[in-house]
């Protein structure tokens, strides 16, 4: 089923690009927001959006738009690909035009102040509006590539979930749903400092049981922390959560892999953040992540090491000298055995 309305997308990016392209390729009509009314214009006439998604042709169901009042007048559905630092700030003089929509945010970040998930941010914006996510092993670039993928949207909101999962779901994208909401979000941020640990392993040659052992134990970590939070361990175990885990972990394509990636080539984090020139919102994320696990009292080594080499001076071989020295642990420990 198409929606009769146009649908907007948020954020000229390559993931807002990418869905653009999809919820187009399903007939409907996108109005794909960004604010440079240059890169617009340049989409409109070339169709193609080179500086995030060099290569791939946008659909023409897609109209590239600078308006945002009018966009968000002229869609009752609304997907939200903005970066995490950006998105408070952009939607916040729109309140009153964002009642009653339907808002699904594919932001995969924490605000820094508040430790606020983008979806709690826009329920903050927007109290009357219908609120989901979207979130799981998703690289914008093999989404637009057509490579077979699947997501997660998730939300309270059922009839929310089927209005996306009918928009999104195509020949080549799967659309899983989820009631848990806070668990599909948490797990998309998180994953983006451990993608960063696992590039760094990378850059420095580490063999295939290292890369194995970062993952799981990352998903420990995650897993962790997230229970403590009140999240529901079992989505953990999802393509919103390992899923991305693994993907983001293990393709160069992943921005916040190669910022790893060049910081285990010597790279300060300054350096490698502009080489990379895009969004890599596990920075962040592991700044306000290791503030909240000190605060709550969890257990994250390699949040902590990280931090660590990233913020506090701390060579990478010291670090490593002290995660593999640390007090032995029991495997699986951070599922409680009952309560889910
Ligand atoms: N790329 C991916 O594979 C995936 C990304 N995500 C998530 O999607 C979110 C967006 O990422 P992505 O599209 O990749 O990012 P990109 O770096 O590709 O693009 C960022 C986009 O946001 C725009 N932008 C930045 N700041 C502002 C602002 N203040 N106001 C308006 N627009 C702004 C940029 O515009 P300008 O060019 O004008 O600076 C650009 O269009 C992130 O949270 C990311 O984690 C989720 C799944 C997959
Ligand atoms: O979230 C992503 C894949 O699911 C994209 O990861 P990066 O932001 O690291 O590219």
Redesign the pocket.
């Known amino acids: 089923m198409t929606e009769q309305q146009p649908i907007a997308v948020l954020?000229?990016?390559?993931?807002?690009?990418?869905i653009a392209n999809l919820l187009a390729e399903n007939g409907q009509h996108v109005q794909l927001w960004?604010?440079?009314s240059e890169?617009a214009e340049a989409i409109r006439v070339n169709r193609e959006n080179p500086?995030?998604l060099k290569g791939v042709k946008i659909h023409p169901g897609v109209e590239p738009v600078t308006d945002l009042a009018a966009s968000l007048a002229a869609c009752e559905m609304v997907f939200v690909?903005?970066?995490?630092?950006?998105l408070r700030?952009?939607l916040q003089p729109f309140v009153e035009q964002l009642a009653g929509k339907l808002l699904v945010s594919?932001?995969?970040?924490i605000e820094a102040q508040s430790f606020k998930l983008m979806s709690q941010i826009l329920e903050d914006i927007a109290p009357q509006a219908r609120i989901g996510v979207l979130?799981g092993p998703?690289?914008?670039?093999e989404?637009a590539e057509h490579a077979l993928t699947a997501t997660v949207i998730a939300s309270e909101d059922d009839a929310l979930c089927q209005r996306v999962q009918a928009a999104l779901h195509g020949r080549t994208f799967r659309v899983y749903a989820s009631s848990d909401r806070f668990g599909v979000e948490l797990g998309?941020a998180l994953k983006?400092v451990y993608a960063i640990i696992a590039g760094m392993a990378a850059a420095l040659g580490m063999g295939e049981n290292t890369k194995s052992m970062l993952i799981t134990r990352a998903l420990a970590e995650m897993t962790r922390f997230a229970v403590k939070l009140g999240a529901n361990p079992m989505t953990f175990l999802g393509l919103a959560g390992v899923g991305d885990l693994i993907v983001t972990c293990s393709s160069p394509?992943?921005?916040n892999y190669q910022v790893g990636f060049a910081l285990g080539e010597g790279l300060s984090l300054e350096e490698a953040v502009t080489r990379l020139g895009?969004?890599a919102?596990g920075v962040n994320t592991l700044k306000v992540l290791k503030a909240k696990a000190e605060e709550l009292q969890i257990y994250m080594p390699l949040v902590a090491g990280l931090h660590a080499i990233l913020f506090e001076g701390r060579t990478l071989t010291q670090v490593i000298e002290l995660l593999m020295r640390a007090e032995p642990k029991t495997d699986v420990d951070f599922i409680p055995t009952s309560g889910f």
């Open positions: 954020g000229g990016g390559s993931f807002g690009t990418a960004m604010r440079d890169q500086r995030y690909a903005l970066p995490s630092n950006a700030n952009v594919l932001t995969k970040g979130s998703n690289l914008a670039k989404i998309g983006n394509k992943s921005r895009e969004v919102e």
